[in-house]
């Protein structure tokens, strides 16, 4: 099987082409390119012009927003098969996020003109768009009610239980660096600290240098949801 067939098959995981029989599949991906990053490579910057759909379909990447001071926010973390930059391929604007590749990665690209020749083909992509586009909308709403109306102990708690799988797995501090943590939650590093060493004077986490192990998911998801006692606990986390 040559290579476009084989990318043709892993465009079928993708769950708005799975639709589409392999010939069709092949035809797409012919309109596209298969690109290679390696950890830690910058995939498009922010402000850049249009550069293009992306369908991740192995690896990890980071899409990120930087704030005016040059703070930056992790908005999403991506991981395979999924699309994204999906707005700036539908109105051919500028990128309105960073994409970081934080492992090695396989991505399959398309330009914008070539979008747009795949939705005159095929008008069932721009409708499966419109899913993506909404869930990315929900995530987005969610990190905003967060960094809102949630302190950063209470921010610190939901991610931990989170990465945790509520309380399931240990935390490795290698893939989750206090910086990383801060930038899903648009915190700072001290913020992180002092929440993480609260929470460990309480009895609520574990933790080294090497990992943390959340013991009390409860109080945890507590703190997180900020009901009216949870509100009181996270006042002494502020004092």
């Known amino acids: ?9 892993r465009l079928h995981h993708v769950k708005h082409f799975q639709h589409f029989n392999l010939s069709d599949l092949t ?40 704030g005016p001071l040059g703070q930056t926010n992790i908005l999403a973390i991506i991981k395979p098969v999924i699309m994204f930059n999906e707005v700036a391929v539908l109105d ?19 330009s914008y003109e070539s979008f747009q020749v795949l939705l005159e083909r095929y008008p069932s992509i721009g409708t499966s768009l419109l899913k993506v586009l909404a869930q990315r909308n929900r995530q987005i ?7 809102s109306f949630r302190s950063v102990p ?33 915190s700072v590093r001290e913020a992180i600290s002092r929440s993480l060493h609260a929470f460990k004077s309480r009895g609520f986490i574990m933790s080294n240098r090497n990992e943390i192990t959340v013991i009390d998911p409860q109080s945890l998801a507590k703190l997180g949801q900020m009901d009216e006692s949870a509100i009181q606990m996270d006042e002494s986390f502020l004092k």
């Open 27 to 66: 035809a797409i991906v012919s309109l596209g390119q298969m690109r290679h990053f390696r950890a830690g490579e910058v995939i498009f910057q922010e402000g850049e012009p249009c550069s293009g759909m992306h369908v991740l379909l192995h690896g990890q990447v980071h899409l990120r927003k930087m």
């Open 141 to 147: 709403l969610e990190h905003y009610e967060d960094i």
């Open 154 to 186: 209470a921010r610190v708690a939901k991610l931990l239980l989170d990465l945790s799988e509520n309380g399931t797995k240990r935390i490795e501090r290698s893939r989750h660096p206090i910086d990383k943590m801060a930038a899903q939650i648009g």
């Open 1 to 9: 099987m040559d290579e476009l067939h084989q990318m043709a098959e």
């Open 92 to 110: 051919g604007g500028m990128n309105p996020l960073s994409a970081e590749s934080v492992e090695d990665c396989l991505i399959w690209q398309v």
